[in-house]
């Protein structure tokens, strides 16, 4: 096959998509990694062949939260798709307007500079499958336009999936004459300017690939689930030598995730006060700390190691707790292993995934809101003393690990493809 991924150039969404692309390569298949031409050494990076599609384009979720602001970029789920966890909002007063005002200020425009070059691109190389994430509306219009089946991968909880089927459940239950659909409305468009119709298929694929045990997810019953294993990836990693052996005290972690300062204003966390209030514990803490926000510390307890980076698949199989944000890579890599969490969740999916991983038993969380030092001190102490959290962790574990690999999805896309495939390249 010829399987086209295309993505905005988001690095943090990219890095979900990476092994899959490999586990297509290695299986014999031809992958072309499609985005803006400044990711280009993102994807090359990762050992994938690049393809620059239209123009650069800064106005973007993470530079709009990064140029607005600290609160106004992580203030939650923007709407109208803030319905899918405020059942107050599930209602057509609120999503119709919203979806239109989505399309208008958002979708459209993180689309655009990619369409016209990707389209131009999938009908010169012909992709069977074209497989893109749920912010790349490029993706489906580039499929539709050469017949390709495609697909959305996932990078964490199914919020625009699930919000999709509360407004097409509401749009059911109007009057002909106000069904309006604007998100259909602006996809057909493009549709038919390239010669098809739109179908349901534009905003959430053919099949959509879930990377998170249903233990972690929350479905949409009406669409076509397809699993497999989230494998880590992180970029450019070295394993320090530290890390080369197993620490000698119980080792905690503590991560609150790069995009925290990479794109955002900083922690939702105190981070001094945190690491305070585990200063006396016999543990050995290990936080990644980035140097901007290191300088601004008091003080490093002795029980601490600071670090800047280090990759998370290396450093959780030796710890014996992990502190997070409920980012969904973070957790993901960690529940690959039986080592319980704290998640201290902020915006987004995070409280959702936060949730749902106390419900499983393996582990707790706090709202930043609530972190203080004593609460996040207290929660570590029950994490390392009550075995039940550690049980439950390695129950997630082995859910996750019988999942497929994405090598082992291979197959399974390949019937999938040809299912859906509308013309053959």
């Not at 450019?236 to 995009?259: D, H, N």
């Not at 962790?393 to 690999?405: F, I």
Request: net charge neutral; hydrophobic share 45%.
């Amino acid at each position: 096959m010829r399987v086209l991924f295309a993505t905005n150039p988001h690095k943090s969404i990219f890095q979900y998509m990476a092994p899959l692309a490999w586990a297509l390569r290695t299986a014999g298949h031809e992958v072309r990694f499609a985005s803006q031409p400044a990711f280009t050494p993102t994807l090359t990076q990762a050992g994938l062949t690049a393809v620059p599609v239209g123009r650069d384009h800064a106005k973007l979720w993470a530079a709009r939260a990064s140029k607005n602001g600290f609160d106004a970029g992580r203030a939650g789920i923007e709407e109208p798709y803030d319905a899918f966890t405020d059942p107050g909002k599930d209602t057509w007063e609120y999503l119709a307007p919203g979806m239109a005002r989505a399309v208008a200020d958002r979708h459209r425009q993180t689309a655009f500079p990619m369409i016209a070059g990707l389209v131009e691109f999938a009908r010169q190389w012909r992709p069977d499958l074209v497989l893109w994430d749920p912010l790349t509306f490029a993706g489906p219009i580039a499929a539709t336009a050469v017949g390709a089946a495609h697909a959305r991968l996932l990078f964490g909880i199914d919020v625009h999936g699930g919000v999709r089927q509360q407004f097409l459940r509401l749009k059911a239950q109007q009057p002909p004459e106000e069904q309006s659909d604007p998100l259909a409305d602006w996809l057909g468009g493009y549709a038919r300017k390239y010669g098809a119709e739109f179908s349901e298929a534009m905003v959430t694929g053919h099949f959509t690939i879930d990377q998170f045990p249903r233990s972690l997810q929350v479905e949409a019953p009406e669409l076509d689930y397809v699993r497999c294993q989230f494998i880590p990836y992180g970029g450019p990693a070295t394993v320090p030598k530290w890390l080369w052996q197993q620490p000698e005290k119980p080792r905690v972690a503590l991560t609150m995730g790069l995009s925290a300062t990479d794109v955002y204003d900083g922690y939702t966390v105190n981070t001094q006060e945190l690491l305070d209030a585990l200063a006396d514990l016999d543990i050995e803490l290990v936080a990644t700390i980035a140097d901007a926000e290191k300088a601004k510390l008091r003080r490093i307890p002795d029980n601490a190691r600071l670090v800047p980076y280090v990759p998370i698949h290396h450093l959780a199989p030796t710890c014996s707790a992990f502190i997070h944000h409920a980012g969904a890579a973070t957790l993901a890599t960690v529940a690959r292993h039986p080592v319980p969490h704290l998640s201290l969740h902020y915006h987004y999916d995070q409280p959702i995934l936060a949730r749902k991983l106390t419900a499983h038993g393996a582990g707790l969380d706090l709202h930043t809101s609530r972190a203080t030092g004593q609460a996040v001190r207290t929660a570590v102490q029950c994490l390392l003393t009550e075995p039940r959290f550690t049980a439950r962790a390695a129950a997630l574990r082995d859910e996750t690990l019988a999942l497929p690999s994405p090598n082992q999805l291979v197959p399974r896309l390949e019937e999938l493809t040809a299912r859906h495939r509308a013309t053959p390249a």
